[in-house]
């Protein structure tokens, strides 16, 4: 009787310390899901109106594909550059509430919400084995999303740059950087009208070590307001240059992206490149390898395969239309044809869908 009162009791404690736990996980967790969950919504929404607002921008002006910025006088982009603000503000303040490997998974839930939103309000189109490329990314994502190591705790700007001027970080930043010369200066001139992967990659690339100098940025304003002032130390302002810099360089090719290829292509190769970077990125300067297991490993590894298959799914089938062959032409004549569609023999027409996106002449 003794026996199974204890046992009662044992039970009863473990199923109070359970929903004591779950409790405590439901009160800031729960904040947390609930930022990540909006932040992925308004994402996803600002690839769409940014875009709207690129292509009302590129037929009055130059198109940001072809190296214009007539869309910075265009208020619907700016609405979508406002809208893309105030998610990543949201994604931001829900890691304070709630775990990376909680929140980070949630960014694929924008390249879903893109996806629809711009069958919806761009008509613009993915063959089923895009579709296919496109659950290949997420799950890939969130598979080395959800296996990747915790990040280690950082208390101080200084120990941040301590990690950033180790010799790993600081080869994986130069390699970085000289990838990045070599997309923006060789690569881009010759192809970045037809192959998605050079804006993405430079995007992709810069972004890696924009999230690494945002998090320090974090760290000193976190404890700035909490009494101990960091914008004295030099590093901080150091930070701060290093995240103007990435953003705006994601952002000038980002739109250069957009606006030259399907939204329902970019977004998920985006998103899958800038994940699997960054993650790199984290174990390199923060040492996570050192708290990993085979499985792990190998599951990471998976991962990859996946984002890789996926990729290239969705970078050959771009150009395909259901019915149609994979070899429709995505370029135009440079003399204008019968609908007054222009002069600049570039590719203006939606990868996979086989309209123009933008011409001098065209209107909404």
């Known amino acids: 009787?003794?026996?199974?009162?204890?046992?009662?009791?044992?039970?009863?404690?473990?199923?109070?310390?359970?929903?004591?736990?779950?409790?405590?996980?439901?009160?800031?967790?729960?904040?947390?899901?609930?930022?990540?969950?909006?932040?992925?919504?308004?994402?996803?929404?600002?690839?769409?109106v940014k875009k709207k607002g690129l292509r009302k921008?590129?037929?009055?002006?130059?198109?940001?594909?072809?190296?214009?910025?007539?869309?910075?006088?265009?208020?619907?982009?700016?609405?979508?550059?406002?809208?893309?603000?105030?998610?990543?503000?949201?994604n931001f303040a829900a890691y304070a509430f709630a775990p990376a490997i909680l929140v980070t998974p949630l960014g694929a839930l924008s390249v879903i919400i893109s996806a629809v939103l711009a069958h919806i309000m761009l008509k613009e189109r993915l063959h089923i084995f895009g579709m296919l490329g496109c659950v290949l990314c997420v799950v890939g994502s969130t598979t080395i999303v959800l296996h990747a190591p915790q990040e280690r705790e950082i208390e101080s700007v200084a120990e941040v740059w301590d990690l950033a001027t180790e010799p790993a970080f600081l080869f994986y930043a130069t390699v970085v950087l000289a990838a990045t010369f070599v997309l923006i200066?060789?690569?881009?001139?010759?192809?970045?009208?037809?192959?998605?992967?050079?804006?993405?990659?430079?995007?992709?690339?810069?972004?890696?070590?924009?999230?690494?100098?945002?998090?320090?940025?974090?760290?000193?304003?976190?404890?700035?307001?909490?009494?101990?002032?960091?914008?004295?130390?030099?590093?901080?302002?150091?930070?701060t240059v290093v995240v103007v810099a990435c953003i705006l360089t994601q952002m000038n090719y980002l739109n250069k992206?957009?606006?030259?290829?399907?939204?329902?292509?970019?977004?998920?190769?985006?998103?899958?490149?800038?994940?699997?970077?960054?993650?790199?990125?984290?174990?390199?300067?923060?040492?996570?390898?050192?708290?990993?297991?085979?499985?792990?490993?190998?599951?990471?590894m998976c991962g990859f395969v996946t984002i890789l298959s996926g990729t290239f799914l969705l970078h050959k089938t771009k150009d395909m239309v259901d019915g149609l062959p994979p070899t429709l032409p995505i370029r135009i004549s440079r003399h204008t044809d019968d609908n007054g569609y222009g002069a600049e023999g570039i590719p203006l027409r939606s990868a996979a869908e086989g309209i123009p996106l933008r011409s001098p002449r065209a209107a909404e």
């Open 257 to 300: 992206a957009l606006d030259t290829f399907n939204t329902a292509v970019v977004s998920p190769i985006y998103y899958t490149m800038f994940t699997s970077l960054t993650i790199l990125a984290s174990v390199i300067m923060f040492k996570d390898w050192d708290r990993q297991n085979p499985t792990q490993i190998v599951t990471e």
């Open 185 to 239: 200066f060789r690569c881009i001139p010759k192809y970045g009208q037809t192959h998605i992967m050079v804006y993405i990659g430079v995007c992709s690339l810069v972004g890696s070590l924009s999230v690494m100098s945002v998090k320090a940025l974090g760290i000193a304003l976190k404890l700035t307001f909490s009494g101990m002032n960091q914008l004295i130390y030099p590093q901080t302002w150091l930070f």
């Open 1 to 48: 009787m003794a026996t199974e009162t204890s046992t009662s009791a044992a039970a009863g404690s473990g199923a109070g310390n359970w929903v004591e736990s779950y409790t405590g996980m439901s009160t800031d967790n729960i904040k947390g899901l609930v930022l990540a969950l909006s932040s992925s919504v308004f994402i996803g929404t600002s690839f769409i």
């Open 57 to 90: 921008a590129g037929a009055s002006g130059v198109r940001a594909g072809v190296g214009g910025y007539s869309y910075l006088y265009e208020p619907l982009w700016w609405a979508g550059m406002i809208t893309m603000i105030v998610g990543e503000i949201a």
